[in-house]
């Protein structure tokens, strides 16, 4: 996933749910859009990740990238919640459209 995670730095974890990780990279320099890697190495789970962005770019570990829109959070920050089912040790990126990731 070398492709993916090009001229980005790793940011810091994210909030994702028990026994799941998360990481955002950010761009290293200007230009690039963040990534949030995203996995759970036991189970097969349900994930929320917080985004701005009302769609992004879900990539397999084999590469094939589909696009995902996100709902509405609850609250009155404006938010969104970008929902996935996680297979057990298989990892996940996600590209933010038009926002960054949070």
Known sequence: MARVLKDLKLDGPIIAGPGTFAYRFAPARPGPTPVI???????????????SAKEAVVINTIGEERITKTARADGSDGGRILRLTLRAGAPVYVRPLGSAAE
Not at 37 to 51: F, G, I, S
């Open 37 to 51: 890697a995203v996995w759970n190495p036991k189970r097969d789970t349900p994930v929320e990740l917080k985004l």
